[in-house]
């Protein structure tokens, strides 16, 4: 009878030791921790093609139209130049997007931002260093500053840059790089560990050498390879512009 009693006891502890070691990795302790890391899918939408991450974008452009000193008719498209510093003889028409004039780097810079769901900051100078409307003697002033390595003083600031991981900064290609007001942009701020890309309208050098001078201006940011655009094709460009977006996330 002990002896029966003993095998009892001695299977009902191995049933409870197999029980233990099933349930062993279904359950934790309630004061233990769970140091897993946690993976948020974020979803992208017809409406939003951003990359998928927290990041907040900033879309930052300087385009001639606004820049210039034209006050003029606004209807009088053929008195105004925009970010293609277009001419007369040009064989395609300045750009007037449902009545309204906008410089062709803006039209890139609003594609940027419907796209990604950035901020938007046009960049602007002050009232005394703008532009001619004239394309040629737009091109001469920019010369000028850029032989004078000028710095010409802006209207307006972004207050909060710290609160933006990625920077779409935008121009058109004014003697083979930037115009002088993004370098002052540049210099502003402290573009330190954020993410800076490039893009520009031209009417065939692409971005010519500013990429570069990017670098050298914010050599502890992250510049990426950049969009170039022609003159000539901005208003049917959503579609490249989109591909290149969706290209890097």
């Known amino acids: 009878m002990k ?6 006891l001695a299977a009902g502890m191995s049933a409870l030791l ?5 349930n062993s990795n279904s359950a934790q302790p309630e004061n233990q921790t769970d140091t897993t890391p946690q993976t948020s899918q974020s979803t ?19 385009t001639h139209e606004g820049n210039n000193v034209f006050d003029g008719d606004s209807t009088d498209v053929d008195a105004i130049t925009s ?4 001419r007369d003889g040009d064989s395609f028409p300045p750009q007037v997007i449902d009545g309204v004039h906008k410089g062709n780097t803006q039209i890139i810079a609003d594609y940027i931002t419907e796209i990604t769901g950035g901020d938007s900051f046009a960049i602007q100078v002050v009232d005394e260093a703008k532009y001619p409307v004239d394309g040629y003697d737009t091109l001469d002033a920019a010369q000028v500053e850029r032989s004078e390595n000028a710095r010409p003083e802006l209207a307006a600031h972004v207050e909060n840059m710290d609160d933006y991981d990625v920077i779409y900064l935008g121009f058109p290609n004014w003697w083979g790089t930037m115009p002088m007001p993004v370098f002052t942009f540049l210099e502003e701020y402290d573009f330190s560990g954020k993410t800076i890309i490039p893009f520009c309208t031209h009417d065939g050098s692409g971005l010519g050498s500013s990429r570069r001078d990017i670098e050298s201006l914010c050599p502890d940011a992250t ?7 022609r003159y ?18």
């Open 18 to 22: 197999l029980s233990a070691c099933g």
């Open 83 to 86: 970010a293609s510093v277009q």
């Open 44 to 62: 992208v939408t017809d409406e939003n093609h951003a990359a998928a991450s927290d990041s907040r974008i900033l879309v930052a452009y300087f």
């Open 223 to 229: 510049v990426l390879d950049g969009l170039a655009i």
């Open 232 to 249: 000539s094709d901005v208003q049917e460009a959503r579609s490249d512009v989109e591909n290149w977006i969706d290209g890097m996330n």
């Open 3 to 8: 002896k029966a009693l003993m095998l009892i």
